[in-house]
C-alpha cells in the first residue's frame, strides 16, 4: 500500500435493552497512519485532471493553482535513479484528490506521496535518493520577497553541506523560475529544529506550491 493512502471504515452499533433502544453511530472515520481528520477532509476534496504529456510536478501545481491545494514536489532527478525522466497523461473528472494522486504515482513510480503538514507532497519512492528531509537548526526570516526567501533557503549551512556532499551548488539566478517584481507576496518565518521539507512546507501554506529538482550540477528551489 503506499504511503499516505487514506482509510476509512464505517461502523454501525446497535444496543438493545429493554426499552430496545436503537442507536446508530454512522461514520466513524478512522484515520491510518496518524493523519488527521483535516488531512482526510483535503484528500476527499473533488478535483478534475485532464492533462496529457505532462511531469508529475505539472500536475501537482495545476492543482495547487486551480484548486488552491498546498502541495510540494521533490523532482526525481534522473541522475539517482534507474526511472528514465517520464511524460504521463492523466484524466481523472470529478473525483477525490486522493485519487488523483494515486493515479499520478501509478502513472509514475518513481514517487509517492504523502500529506505532511496539512500539505500534499509528492517524493522520491526511494527514501535515499531525498534531499528535503536534510535536518536544519533554525530558519528565520521576516518580509522577504520570493526571490530573497529562495536564496535564504539555498544558503541555509544545513542546505550548503548537504549540496556540497551530493556535488551540487545552487542554481543561478538566471534559470530559476521568472515571477513578476510587482509581486506583492513577503513571507516571515521562524522555525527552529526542522527540516528543509518543514520549512518548503510553511512556505506552500502561502504560496501554494514548491519544487526542488537537481540537474546536473546545480540545485533549483521554486515557490
Known sequence: ME?????????????????????????????????????GSLLQRTVSVGMTDVYAAQVLEFLANEYRIPAGIEIVSSNRTKFAEKRITIN????????????????????????SDGVINLLPKNKDDSLVDVEVTSFQIDNLSRLETKR????LPEVVSEMKSLGLEPAPISLWPYRDKRDPLRLSLNLRNTTLRKILNEVA???KF???????????IQI
Open 205 to 207: 501554506k502561502r504560496t
Open 152 to 155: 535564504a533557503i539555498a544558503d
Open 92 to 115: 481523472v473528472l470529478q473525483s477525490p484528490l486522493e485519487t488523483v494522486l494515486n493515479t499520478i504515482i501509478q502513472a509514475d513510480p518513481r514517487y509517492r506521496w504523502e500529506v
Open 210 to 220: 514548491w519544487s526542488v529538482s537537481s540537474f546536473g550540477e546545480f540545485f533549483l
Open 3 to 39: 504511503d499516505g493512502v487514506l482509510r476509512v471504515m464505517t461502523f454501525r452499533f446497535v444496543v438493545v435493552g429493554p426499552l430496545f433502544l436503537l442507536l446508530n453511530l454512522c461514520c466513524l472515520q478512522v484515520v491510518s497512519y496518524g493523519q488527521s481528520a483535516k488531512d
